[in-house]
């Protein structure tokens, strides 16, 4: 029986040339990527989630609350310290800044039958900066009170969490490259009390939303 010739078409591999193309095109395509998360990353670090400029004005909502808060034009010290000044519905709040952190007056009392008895005095951490995503900051203040016979451990815990990166809608505009930042803070006296809140910060904006046991709030209105 005779035998018959088979054709088998064998594909072929592609030349060199082709494959530095397809190298060089997968290279640029990487290298735009990596050039652009680079620029996003250098864009949220550089920023300021937290401006202080003198004369900026905030307006919130809070349910059928409006919230207005303002940066004193004025200088202000507070702990022999220069800082900013900044009311909140008229009620005055002091902070320190700089490029590491934030730090908000702290007061803290304890009622006692003459008078209440501040117990906590100082310039508590609010914020480290820059925000890198899954950090957490810590500030702790312990003191020891003395009432006759009687000692009280006082102990002020808060923790910071960066907790996501997200974007946030509010009648005033639509925020991206957001941080949301969860706090839990904890007092530790007589008795123990513990709160929680987090907050979600635009870049250059600040605070766009804020949520606590009571509500939340949404930024209606910035100027600056």
């Known amino acids: 029986m005779p035998f018959r010739r088979l054709k088998c078409k064998i594909p072929l591999l592609p030349s060199r040339r082709s494959f530095t193309l397809l190298f060089c095109l997968t290279s640029a395509l990487l290298f735009a990527a990596l050039l652009s998360c ?7 670090a550089g920023a300021d989630y937290f401006p202080l400029i003198p004369g900026s004005r905030w307006k919130y909502l809070a ?3 409006t919230i207005y808060v303002e940066v004193d034009t004025l ?3 507070m702990l022999n310290q220069n800082c900013i000044r900044v009311y909140r519905n008229a009620a005055p709040e002091y902070y320190l800044s700089n490029p590491t952190e934030i730090r908000r007056l702290v007061v803290n009392t304890i009622s006692r039958p003459n ?25 702790r203040f312990d003191t020891i009170l003395v009432y006759g016979p009687d000692t009280i451990q006082f102990t002020h815990l808060v923790r910071a969490w960066v ?3 997200e974007s946030v809608s509010t009648s005033a505009g639509d925020f991206y490259d957001c941080y949301r930042i969860e706090f839990t803070e904890k007092i530790f006296a007589r008795e123990t009390t513990e709160t929680s809140w987090t ?9 766009v939303r804020r949520q606590t046991a009571q509500g939340e709030e949404f930024l209606v209105e910035y100027q600056r």
């Open 38 to 44: 680079s620029d996003t990353l250098l864009f949220r």
């Open 63 to 65: 349910g059928t609350d």
């Open 75 to 77: 200088p202000a010290a």
């Open 115 to 139: 008078a209440p008895d501040t117990v906590e005095y100082r310039f508590g951490l609010l914020y480290q900066l820059p925000f890198v995503l899954g950090d957490s900051s810590f500030d």
């Open 163 to 165: 907790a996501a990166l």
């Open 199 to 207: 907050e979600w910060l635009a870049p250059e904006i600040g605070i």
